[in-house]
């Protein structure tokens, strides 16, 4: 059987091209003629690999690493042997991002299944759908009435786009991804199995049951937004449920009705966002982290990984724990109680070790 690989590079670029297209430096010794076709960890470059190196843990790599260039940051230079083929960068791992994209452009973005172009004999288009030339719709994908789908567009086997959705132009819609009620900007990637518009959890509860209020809003997503596989994003109440324009989410994320996403934001895996929440611009949200509905949560705000935030949370502010404080206090408190812990261990005998039954 043959080891597959699944991306190959469009092109080979000279240390010359890496210079004008990320402003790199190299290093003096290291040839503008040298030519890099592929992208590695430094552990495992070769010739004609490029790797990087923006954190210090890995600075032993580079007495031992075969890559033909390295992106260093400037703070590294004088640490890296002096054989080192160095091309130096204010911000290595973006440079790096730069050299990947212009190699692998196709990697960038899901793209059709089958190769091909045009819509597939085996996809479903409904007569009243709208595709501008150039959209690409794989088999098993069913386009509903008056849909409109812009040019560059691709939509991924068995997905399905409801009635009346509308998507913009160069977006990427993978393999059973369901979208209804929305409407999509241009640019925007949705990976695999996420599903957009659907109602969102909503009932008036009594002790005569739970009535199901109707959900008659939109979901509104803004260009250059990524959606990860197996995220959910229910539409709105009575208002829209929006995603500002930049922000990428992470895989299987929840986000709930009438929640406002600002632009750039980041929201890593199984975060849950409860309805009419608030996120500013540049919020970031680590994974497993969660929110109750009706607060806001300040520009720049970050919210650490597993952090369940009950309250409006001031711009720029730093968050941990459950319930969500500020870090610096979340942090204190973890030191206090291993303390206190450590003490009643030595007062009844137990001693210090880690492994002593409480």
């Known amino acids: 059987m043959t080891d597959p690989v699944f991306f190959h ?18 290093v003096a010794g290291l040839s503008v003629d040298l030519t890099v076709e592929r992208v590695a960890p430094l552990d495992h470059a070769g010739e004609g690999d490029l790797s990087f ?22 703070k590294f230079v004088d640490r890296a042997p002096k054989h080192a083929p160095l091309l130096v960068a204010r911000e290595p791992y973006r440079a790096f991002a730069q ?33 501008e030339i150039g959209v690409t719709v794989d088999p098993g994908a069913v ?36 979208i209804q009620h929305s409407l999509i900007g241009n640019r925007v990637i949705i990976h695999a199995g996420a599903c957009l518009g659907q109602d969102g959890f909503g009932f008036s509860m009594g002790p005569r049951g739970h009535l199901k209020v109707p959900q008659v809003g939109r979901v509104v997503v803004q ?30 994320v929840q986000i709930a009705h009438n929640v406002m996403v600002g632009r750039h934001c980041v ?16 919020v970031v949200m680590g994974g ?4 109750v509905g009706h607060i806001r949560i300040g520009m720049g705000a970050q919210i650490a990984g597993a952090a369940n935030v009950k309250d409006d949370v001031p711009p720029g502010a730093r968050m941990g724990g459950t319930p969500a404080q500020p870090l610096g206090d979340y942090a204190r408190e973890l030191a206090l109680l291993k303390k206190l812990v450590k003490n009643s261990r030595v007062r009844s005998g137990q001693g210090t070790d880690e492994g002593s039954a409480p």
Do not use: W
Request: proline share 7%.
């Open 9 to 26: 590079a469009r092109n080979r670029l000279t240390v010359a091209d890496i210079v004008e297209l990320t402003g790199a430096e190299p």
């Open 53 to 74: 190196l923006e954190n210090p843990h890995y600075l032993p790599m580079l007495e031992t690493s075969k890559a033909a260039a390295i992106l260093i940051s400037p």
């Open 99 to 131: 050299i990947g994209m212009a190699l692998f452009p196709d990697a960038a973005r899901p793209q059709s299944f089958f190769g091909a172009k045009g819509i597939s004999p085996g996809a479903v288009v409904h007569p009243e759908a709208r595709l």
């Open 143 to 178: 386009i509903g009435p008056r849909a409109e789908i812009g040019a560059g567009t691709i939509v991924g086997a068995n997905a399905v786009i409801g009635p009346d959705v509308r998507i913009g132009r160069d977006c990427s819609i993978s393999p059973n991804v369901v």
């Open 223 to 252: 260009d250059d937004v990524e959606i990860g596989a197996c995220t959910t994003i229910d539409r709105g109440a009575n208002r829209d449920t929006i995603i500002g324009e930049g922000t990428k989410i992470d895989n299987q």
């Open 267 to 282: 929201l890593v895996s199984k975060v849950g966002i409860s309805g009419s929440t608030v996120l500013e611009d540049f």
């Open 288 to 291: 497993a982290s969660a929110t």
